[in-house]
């Protein structure tokens, strides 16, 4: 059970080039979710899903796209980046309907992403 | 959208002390969860402890507590017995509408030797 894993770890952007962060998680959630960390500035989210082929903007989604055509699976698109994208990016999902755990977020471990 | 605000942007203890690192929130929900989540060094984002805003009992989870007042909009945590390994970013973070949560910009706690 690998839990949430974000693919790649690190990359390396010039401005204008796009990009797709992929998001792969195993234990069936159906809330997914795309954060940004800026130092200073918590956790803001970008985009999130509530469902397979579902997407709704957060609090800071200008600049990037997202796609959930599979479940286990939510893609974070950048089509031209700009140093302003310089962050790490945070993919998180939760179960709504299970008690158990609260419906905790579970985070995956990061990708830094630097945009030149 | 809810607010959070942690405070502190920094704190430090002594290895083996106790601290308490606060947070207040803003929201019109009248159920809700709250929760605490730890970001080490390593950056992965770790969960602390839970709060279900119905239950008036305090969470506990080892040696982190935490002191949750609904009607001031608060929700401390306290870490009894502070040990090396807690030194990380400490993020107090609701939980609203649709599942989404609102983090707060963190407080980065030191645990002094």
């Known amino acids: 059970n690998a839990g949430v894993t974000q693919t790649p770890k690190f990359r390396v952007l010039k401005t204008g080039q796009s990009m797709t962060l992929l998001c792969a998680q195993d234990m069936n959630h159906e809330y997914m979710y795309w954060y940004r960390q800026d130092p200073g500035m918590g956790l803001r989210l970008i985009h999130y899903?509530?469902?397979?082929?579902?997407?709704a903007k957060g609090e800071v989604p200008d600049g990037y796209n997202v796609s959930r055509l599979k479940k286990q699976n939510f893609l974070l698109g950048l089509e031209s980046a700009a140093p302003s994208q310089t962050s790490v990016y945070f993919c998180?999902?939760?179960?709504?309907?299970?008690?158990?755990?609260?419906?905790?977020?579970?985070f995956g471990p990061g990708t830094r992403l630097t945009v030149l | 959208a809810q607010t959070v605000t942690q405070s502190q942007p920094e704190m430090s203890v002594q290895e083996a002390e106790t601290v308490t690192l606060s947070c207040t929130y803003d929201?019109?929900?009248?159920?809700?969860?709250l929760f605490w989540y730890k970001q080490p060094p390593s950056r992965q984002m770790i969960l602390v402890i839970r709060q279900e805003a119905y239950k008036q009992q305090n969470a506990t989870e080892n040696r982190f507590s935490v002191n949750f007042q609904k009607a001031a909009k608060s929700f401390s945590l306290k870490i009894s017995d502070s040990q090396l390994g807690d030194t990380a970013m400490y993020f107090c973070a609701p939980r609203g509408p649709g599942n989404q949560f609102y983090f707060g910009t963190g407080t980065s706690l030191t645990v002094i030797p």
């Open positions: 899903s509530v469902g397979e082929g579902t997407t």
């Open positions: 929201t019109s929900e009248s159920n809700y969860y």
């Open positions: 998180a999902s939760s179960d709504f309907r299970t008690t158990r755990n609260y419906n905790e977020q579970f």
